[in-house]
C-alpha cells in the first residue's frame, strides 16, 4: 500500500532558526516519484521539488534542501535560515510510475509557523 | 500562460443543490485531476482523467461526477451537495510520460460549503 507520513503537525520556530520538516513514504514499487508542495496562507499549492526513486542525491535550491534516503523510506525537507515568508504548509506527496499520468498520495501536511 | 485555472472561488450551498466547479488549462496536459482538502488530511483524489473522453475514479469518488470533453477542460459536478462535501477543491494537471511521472500543477482553489 502506498502512504505517506507527516508526523509533525505543526513546528514553530524563530526567525533565522534552521528547520527540518519530515517525511516518510511507502510503497511497494521500485520506480516512485517523491514531492515537496507549499501552501502559503493564500491557499494555492507551491510546487517545490519532485525526485525520482534512482536519484539518491541531495539537492541544495537557495535555502531549501532535501535528504532523500531509500534505506529509511525518508525524503526530508530542511529550511536554513528561516524567514517570516517561509510561514506555510507543506505537504509531502508520493506518485507510483505505473500509474498512468501520476495519482499523487499527500501527507497529511506540516504547518510551519516562523515568527520574528 | 494562464496556468490552472478553476472558478469560483468561494460557493456556499444549500443541502441537495446541484452546482459544477470549472477547471481549464492552457498548457495542452493531457493528465487532469481533482482533490479535495480537508483539515489534517492532506489531500484525496477525487477523479482524474488522461485525455479527452477518458476519466476514473480516484480515492472518494462518491458523490461527485466528472467529463472530459476537451483537453483544456475537466469540469467537477456535484448533484446532490452534502454538508460532508464542504472542503477546498483543487484541479491540477500534467503532461503524461510513459513510465513516468510529470509534475503536477494545481490551480488555486475552491471553497465550497454546504449547509
Known amino acids: 500500500a502506498q502512504k505517506v507520513t507527516q508526523a509533525q503537525t505543526e513546528i514553530s520556530v524563530v526567525e533565522k532558526e534552521d528547520v527540518t520538516l519530515d517525511c516518510v513514504y511507502e510503497?511497494?514499487?521500485?520506480?516512485?516519484?517523491l514531492f515537496w508542495y507549499k501552501q502559503p496562507p493564500s491557499g494555492e499549492l507551491v510546487f517545490l521539488i519532485r525526485r525520482n526513486s534512482f536519484d539518491e542525491q541531495n539537492e541544495i535550491s537557495g535555502r531549501y534542501s532535501w535528504n532523500f534516503q531509500k534505506s529509511t523510506s525518508s525524503f526530508n525537507f530542511t529550511i536554513t535560515a528561516s524567514q517570516v515568508v517561509d510561514s506555510a504548509v507543506y505537504f509531502c506527496?508520493?506518485?507510483?510510475?505505473?500509474?498512468?499520468?501520476?495519482?499523487?498520495?499527500f501527507g497529511q501536511g506540516t504547518e510551519l509557523s516562523v515568527k520574528p | 500562460n494562464a496556468g490552472v485555472t478553476q472558478t469560483p472561488k468561494f460557493q456556499v450551498l444549500k443541502t441537495g443543490q446541484s452546482m459544477t466547479l470549472q477547471c481549464a488549462q492552457d498548457m495542452n496536459h493531457e493528465y487532469m485531476s481533482w482533490y479535495r482538502q480537508d483539515p489534517g488530511m492532506g489531500l484525496r483524489l477525487i477523479h482524474y482523467s488522461v485525455g479527452a473522453g477518458i476519466t476514473d475514479q480516484g480515492e472518494v469518488p462518491n458523490g461527485y461526477n466528472v467529463s472530459r470533453s476537451t483537453t483544456e477542460d475537466f469540469p467537477l459536478r456535484l448533484l446532490s451537495a452534502a454538508p460532508s462535501q464542504t472542503s477546498v477543491y483543487f484541479c491540477?494537471?500534467?503532461?503524461?510520460?510513459?513510465?513516468?511521472?510529470?509534475?503536477?500543477?494545481f490551480g488555486p482553489g475552491t471553497r465550497l460549503t454546504v449547509l
Open positions: 491540477a494537471s500534467s503532461y503524461i510520460s510513459l513510465g513516468s511521472t510529470d509534475t503536477q500543477y
Open positions: 506527496a508520493l506518485s507510483e510510475a505505473h500509474n498512468q499520468g501520476g495519482k499523487l498520495i
Open positions: 510503497t511497494r514499487d521500485t520506480t516512485y516519484y
